[in-house]
């Protein structure tokens, strides 16, 4: 293997210190098919996301599913595509960008750069190291934009940054961040949505978390993910209390996004709004907590598909509260997240 170095020694320039790298799942560069099928090859490649033998999964894979999935799921991505591109992909520039904003205000005398990097597809987390490596960072501090840990995402995320960091001759110190779920600002700016929804348009009958699922062996097998999501759940559920508002019989926990035959974490959020639905209930909103930005599963999946389901089914209001995105209190949230690593190195 040839590795990567610098030509000019570090000690011939002044070295940068930390930088932050940013983290989210990534998508297609274009609601096309070519490009889906680019971006679902390589995200279903993974064996993180995908825990089947290798060899039966990529027979399943290339001979089944890239043969029609990529047409299908190119048509959702269209349906929310926008002028700027992929929501998904803007909104974590914006992040990146505000968060750069914060901490350049809060530690002024020091340049510490923020970058963007994709799990799979552009820009790529080997071209984020590539350029915090560029600027001659001898830190880096990598947060992922899932708030639950699961090993399907922040464990991926990890073994991609560790692959890089392997081509490197100076490979630099590492913190990696796994999650925020427990962090006070999140769980604030989370019932802050909640409670400026019900000041604006009522309190619903019932009020969905809906996460994003994983296969329950996964959960058996000792992924914390299913009680990260329960912990944020119920942590909220508190902070709501604690501001008078009357959560007994309001709030449940669901699960969506499910792929295959296999049982995934369950309530499904789909099935529970058809059940909610069927009960007589015609008022509900639904919230996403495990999704920092607004993506296809958000978007396309709770915004219009759901919608229609409980529509159908004979529900007559349905509220989707939007991610925390590049929100003041959701950028605080992410500062005070690598704020103790940044602050201990401000003070060595």
């Known amino acids: 293997m040839k590795y990567l170095g610098q030509t000019d020694h570090p000690n011939n320039k002044k070295p940068t210190g930390t930088g932050v790298l940013l983290v989210n799942l990534g998508t297609p560069d274009a609601p096309t098919t070519k490009a889906t099928r680019r971006y679902l090859k390589e995200f279903l490649s993974d064996p993180r996301v995908v825990e089947v033998p290798r060899l039966l999964w990529w027979f399943i894979l290339r001979i089944a ?15 929310i595509w926008t002028d700027q591109g992929s929501p998904l992909l803007t909104i974590s520039q914006q992040q990146t960008q505000a ?3 914060a901490v350049k205000q809060r530690i002024p005398e020091t340049e510490i750069p923020v970058v963007l990097g994709m799990r799979y597809g552009n820009p790529s987390i080997e071209k984020g190291i590539e350029e915090l490596i560029s600027q001659n960072v001898r830190e880096i501090i990598v947060l992922p934009l899932y708030p639950q840990y699961s090993g399907s995402t922040g464990g991926s995320t990890f073994d991609e940054v560790t692959r890089v960091l392997k081509r490197y001759r100076w490979v630099p110190s590492l913190h990696f961040m796994h999650g925020y779920h427990l962090c006070e600002q999140y769980l604030q700016a989370i019932a802050d949505s909640i409670e400026r929804h019900i000041k604006e348009v009522g309190t619903p009958e019932r009020l969905l978390f809906s996460f994003h699922g994983t296969p329950e ?78 993506c296809l599963e958000t978007l396309e999946e709770i915004e219009i598909q759901n919608r229609d389901l409980f529509i159908e089914a004979g529900g007559e209001q349905y509220h989707y509260i939007p991610s925390l995105n590049d929100s003041p209190e959701h950028i605080d ?7 103790p690593i940044l602050t201990k190195n401000k003070t060595v």
């Open 217 to 294: 062996k996964q959960r058996d097998n000792g992924d914390p993910y299913y009680y990260n999501c329960l912990e944020t759940a119920r942590r909220v559920e508190g902070i709501l209390a604690s501001r008078n508002i009357d959560t007994q019989n309001l709030l449940l926990t669901t699960f969506q996004s499910r792929l295959g035959r296999e049982p995934w974490l369950q309530p499904y959020t789909d099935n529970t709004l058809e059940k909610l639905a069927s009960e007589g209930i015609k008022n509900i909103a639904i919230i996403c907590p495990g999704f920092s930005a607004d």
């Open 65 to 79: 599913i890239l043969s029609w999935r990529p047409a299908s799921s190119a048509k959702l991505y269209a349906q």
């Open 99 to 101: 968060l750069q904003v």
């Open 333 to 339: 949230a992410l500062y005070k997240v690598i704020e």
